[in-house]
């Protein structure tokens, strides 16, 4: 789990250095803060992401958030791809890959924590998390503003599961 986490921040940060030397601030908004439930987190959880720009048609955004639940602390993490129609368009196609980190505080009692429908077991030391598929609709204008995205989530694992999360934000 370690290494996969290593990994997947070594892969973005090296996809945000290249891209920040690469080309010439365009003027678009690539911060957003948001709001999602049902995704993820849970219940609910509140995000950051970056939009990196990758070509005319093709955006990567690295994701984290953060929301509790039953005295736990959960942080989902995710790498989104945007494929629009065009450099400067406000409606894509979201697909991309995540896991949500799960850290039971001092206070919880329990074995079990139910997410989504998705069952995560505290009995062993390392918490089975599932890797988190998300395909869905994202709208975000380029000069920022309100943004939304909803997407279907595919927990896969013993038990996978299918989902719909629903975001609501602000870029800046």
Do not use: C
Not at 21 to 47: C, F, H, M, Q, W
Not at 66 to 73: A, E, P
Not at 100 to 118: A, E, H
Request: hydrophobic share 40%; net charge positive; glycine share 12%.
């Amino acid at each position: 789990m370690k290494l996969t986490l290593l990994s997947f921040f070594l892969l973005l940060s090296i996809v945000g250095s290249a891209q920040e030397t690469s080309s010439p601030d365009t003027g678009i908004k690539r911060n957003s803060i948001y709001a999602e439930l049902l995704g993820n987190g849970g219940v609910y959880s509140i995000n950051y992401d970056r939009i990196f720009q990758l070509n005319n048609h093709l955006k990567i955004v690295p994701r984290v958030g953060f929301s509790t639940l039953q005295n736990v602390i959960i942080v989902p993490i995710e790498a989104n791809l945007l494929i629009s129609g065009s450099k400067t368009s406000k409606n894509f196609f979201e697909g991309g890959l995540g896991v949500t980190i799960l850290k039971p505080l001092s206070g919880f009692s329990g074995q079990l924590l139910t997410i989504n429908g998705y069952d995560y077991d505290f009995k062993n030391e390392a918490v089975n998390t599932p890797l988190i598929v998300r395909a869905g609709f994202r709208h975000q204008k380029p000069k920022g503003g309100l943004m939304y995205r909803t997407g279907l989530l595919l927990f896969t694992g013993e038990d996978s599961l299918l989902t719909l999360g629903i975001g609501i934000g602000y870029t800046f």
